[in-house]
C-alpha cells in the first residue's frame, strides 16, 4: 500500500541532519551506511537554517548544494513571517538549550514574551498562528535540558511541557544514547515528541496508560525499547498554574530535577520514570568507520607535539594562577589516550577540527603514528554519507564544526519508521490520519 507523503518542516536544519534520517540519502538507508533502499513516506516541504553569529552561512550552504535551494529559507527564523511557512504534518528541529523563562503575557495576545532569540519561541509562534497547526512535533536537544537552570531544576523542560499542553499537544520524551543502541557515537541527547489532540495518535494515548505508553507501547519505545526498575515507582505530578507562574515557581530551590530519562504529558499530567536500554543486536565500534590509508599527513600529530597532546590529555593536579593573580589549586582526571578503536567513541565537539594540541579533541593510534579523526570519520560517526560536508570554500575544521553541531542520523531515522508506523496503522480500516 502506498501511504501519502507526510509533509516535513525543518527547522534549525543545520547540515540536514534530520532530513537525513527521514527521507534517506539517493534513497539509501543511514543505517545501511546508504547501501540499502528505504522507503520514506517523509517529504521536507520547506527547510530553514540561520547562524547568526557568521557572515557567511557555511551550513545553510551544504544544505542548499545537497539539496537546493527550493523551498529552503537561509533567514533568522524569529524575521519570517508564518504565511510563507507551507502547512505541514511534522515539524522537526533541533532547537538549542536556553533560558526558556517568561517575564509575563501580553494582554489581548496569544503571545508571551521570551527572552529575545530564544529559539524555543520561534517554534511557539509556529504553532500557535498556524491555523493548520502541524499534527506532530520531533524535536531534539542537549539532555540538560531536564535540569536547567540549577535554580530551579526542570524549569526550562517544564515551561516547554505547559505550553505544548496549552496548544493542544500531547508530548512524550526519552534520552537516547545512540551507542547503547549499536550506533558507533557515544552521544545522548533528549528527543521530544508531540502530538495533537486532532491525532489519532493522542487518541492512542489516552486510551493507555502512561506507563504504558513509556514503556511498551509509545513510538520512542517501539524506536528504541526500554526497561525500567521504578514502574511502580513513577513520579507523576501535574503542571500547575500558567506558564509564567511555572516560569517563576517551578521546584523553586528544588535540589534534584523532577523529570526522569523518559516520560510522557497529557492534559498537564506528567509520568516520568527512569528506564535503561533494552539492546541485544550488534554494537558499531570506532574501528569500523576508520579510514584506512585514505587520510592526508595533515591529519598526523608531529612527534614534537606529542608531548603537549600527553599533558592535555593526561591527569593533573597543580597550582595555577588566575588573571588577578590569584594561585588556586587545578586538578583533573586523565583521559584514555589515543583513543579505543574497541569502543564507539567519545562525543564529538564542535572544536573537533584544527590541528591544535587539545584535550577533547580524538587521536587514534595507527602503525603510522597518531593521528586526529578525518572530515569523513567525523561524519560517519554522524552517520552521515561521506562527504556530506565537503563543498567549496568549506575548510576541514568547519566541516569538523558542524559534526559538533549535527545530530546521529540513525536515530533520527529509527524515530521515524516508529512515527510512520504509528501514523499510518488506521489506513487498514480506510482512515486517513493525514489530510
Known amino acids: 500500500m502506498e501511504f501519502k507523503k507526510i509533509r516535513v518542516a525543518e527547522l534549525f536544519a543545520g547540515v540536514g541532519g534530520f532530513r537525513l534520517g527521514l527521507e534517506g540519502w539517493n534513497e539509501k538507508s543511514a543505517s545501511s551506511n546508504y547501501r540499502e533502499t528505504i522507503a520514506s513516506p517523509y517529504q521536507v ?59 509575563t503575557t501580553l494582554k489581548n495576545s496569544k503571545g508571551l514574551i521570551g527572552k529575545k532569540g530564544v529559539l524555543w519561541w520561534s517554534i511557539h509562534k509556529i504553532l500557535s498562528e498556524k491555523e493548520n497547526k502541524p499534527k506532530y512535533l520531533f524535536l531534539e536537544n542537549v539532555d540538560r535540558l531536564l535540569i536547567s537552570p540549577s535554580g530551579q531544576r526542570g524549569r526550562d523542560f517544564a515551561i516547554i511541557l505547559k505550553s505544548l499542553n496549552d496548544l493542544g499537544y500531547a508530548v512524550e520524551w526519552r534520552v537516547v544514547n545512540a551507542a547503547e543502541y549499536g550506533m558507533p557515537q557515544r552521544r545522548r541527547r533528549i528527543f521530544i515528541m508531540a502530538y495533537h489532540r486532532d491525532s489519532t495518535i493522542y487518541s492512542e494515548i489516552k486510551e493507555t496508560t502512561s506507563s504504558n505508553w513509556v514503556l511498551e507501547e509509545g513510538t520512542l519505545a517501539n524506536a528504541f525499547p526500554v526497561l525500567t526498575d521504578n514502574v511502580l515507582f513513577r513520579n507523576e505530578f501535574k503542571l500547575k498554574g500558567d506558564i509564567v507562574e511555572i516560569s517563576e515557581n517551578f521546584n523553586l530551590k528544588g535540589k534534584k ?32 568507520i576508520i579510514q584506512n590509508g585514505e587520510v592526508t599527513q595533515e591529519f598526523y600529530i608531529n612527534e614534537e607535539d606529542l608531548d603537549k597532546w600527553f599533558y592535555l590529555k593526561g591527569a593533573k593536579k597543580e597550582m595555577r594562577k588566575n588573571a588577578q593573580g590569584f594561585e588556586y589549586n587545578y586538578s583533573e582526571g586523565g583521559m584514555i589516550f589515543p583513543d579505543s578503536l574497541d569502543k564507539p567513541s567519545r562525543t564529538i565537539i564542535t572544536g573537533e577540527g584544527g590541528k591544535s594540541a587539545s584535550r577533547f579533541k580524538h587521536v587514534i593510534k595507527t602503525s603510522k603514528g597518531y593521528r586526529r579523526l578525518s572530515p569523513v570519520e567525523l561524519e560517519r560517526l554522524n552517520m552521515f554519507p561521506d562527504n556530506h560536508t565537503k563543498i567549496d570554500g568549506i575548510t576541514d ?39
Open 45 to 103: 516541504i520547506w527547510s530553514n537554517q540561520w547562524e547568526p553569529s557568521t557572515k557567511i552561512q557555511h551550513a545553510s550552504a551544504v544544505y542548499e548544494r545537497r539539496w537546493g535551494m527550493d523551498n529552503h529559507s537561509n533567514r533568522d527564523i524569529a524575521s519570517v513571517e508564518i504565511s510563507d511557512i507551507p502547512d505541514h504534518d511534522l515539524l522537526v528541529g533541533g532547537f538549542p538549550c536556553q533560558d526558556y523563562s517568561v517575564a
Open 257 to 288: 530535577g523532577m523529570f526522569e530519562n523518559a516520560g510522557i504529558m497529557i492534559d498537564g499530567i506528567v509520568t516520568t520514570m527512569k528506564t535503561k536500554p533494552s539492546y541485544e543486536d550488534s554494537f558499531s565500534i570506532l574501528r569500523d
Open 397 to 435: 575544521t568547519k566541516r569538523a564544526f558542524f559534526m559538533g553541531n549535527a545530530l546521529v542520523v540513525g536515530v533520527i531515522e529509527k524515530i521515524g519508521i516508529a512515527l510512520n508506523q504509528k501514523i499510518n496503522k488506521n489506513d487498514r480500516t480506510g482512515k486517513r490520519e493525514l489530510v
